[in-house]
């Protein structure tokens, strides 16, 4: 910035050197980042009910392994001078409030699920299912979808697994109650009532395919 006085003018501050990307330190190394993936990896499914990898088979605490994870990175990337690499993966990964959110040992059960695949999934209904029509949808619209159609459906539905519904409302059937329902009817029927109505069903269905045929015949 310069301050213009008649013909003179005095910069109040000088203009940063120009940089370059090549003088910019890297920030890892390519011979670097293929270990540092292999040793995350092996940190995401290290688990307390999952026996080490060794010839005792050892089983260890959920504290321990997150001490043992963090000592390697730490070591890993201390003997190769990675101290960006390091604070990253402390601040992103490797921390406590950061490590319960993707590493496996910081839940009891072994969950099945990996970090994103329930968001992956939402947002596949609402492009699938909601803005099937819009390729590049406004935030707007988005939000609104979200607010009116999205968020009740996910209401309803834990409400039917907490089993909370209103009074008066039965609860719907599980899809094999509805198919032995739907078999409880139809063999309390007597067989010759059966019988008539599979008859019917077939000549309803010849009936409603005979016009598409005579059509057909006609144009040849």
């Given at each position: 910035m310069v301050l213009k006085v008649g013909d003179s003018r005095t910069p109040i501050y000088p203009a940063p050197p120009p940089t370059r990307a090549q003088d910019l330190p890297t920030f890892c190394p390519k011979e670097y980042r293929k270990p540092i993936i292999e040793k995350f990896r092996v940190h995401l499914h290290q688990h307390p009910s999952i026996p080490s990898n060794d010839d005792a088979g050892t089983l260890l605490m959920a504290d321990k392994i997150h001490r043992r994870a963090v000592k390697e990175v730490y070591d890993f990337c201390f003997e190769r001078d990675l101290s960006q690499v390091w604070a990253y993966l402390w601040n992103r990964w490797y921390c406590p409030r950061q490590w319960v959110l993707w590493a496996r040992a910081s839940c009891p059960a072994i969950p099945r699920l990996k970090t994103t695949m329930i968001v992956e999934s939402l947002w596949r209904q609402i492009k699938r299912h909601d803005l099937p029509q819009f390729n590049r949808p406004q935030l707007d619209l988005v939000t609104n979808v979200v607010l009116k159609f999205l968020l009740p459906r996910v209401k309803h539905k834990i409400?039917?697994?907490?089993?909370?519904?209103?009074?008066?409302?039965?609860?719907?059937?599980?899809?094999?109650?509805?198919?032995?329902?739907?078999?409880?009817?139809?063999?309390?029927?007597?067989?010759?009532?059966?019988?008539?109505?599979?008859?019917?069903?077939?000549?309803?269905?010849?009936?409603?395919?005979?016009?598409?045929?005579?059509?057909?015949?006609?144009?040849?």
């Open positions: 409400a039917l697994i907490h089993e909370e519904r209103r009074l008066g409302r039965p609860q719907g059937l599980a899809p094999w109650q509805a198919s032995f329902a739907q078999d409880w009817h139809n063999m309390s029927k007597p067989d010759e009532l059966r019988s008539m109505e599979k008859e019917l069903a077939i000549l309803k269905d010849t009936l409603r395919k005979a016009p598409a045929r005579a059509e057909t015949t006609r144009r040849d």
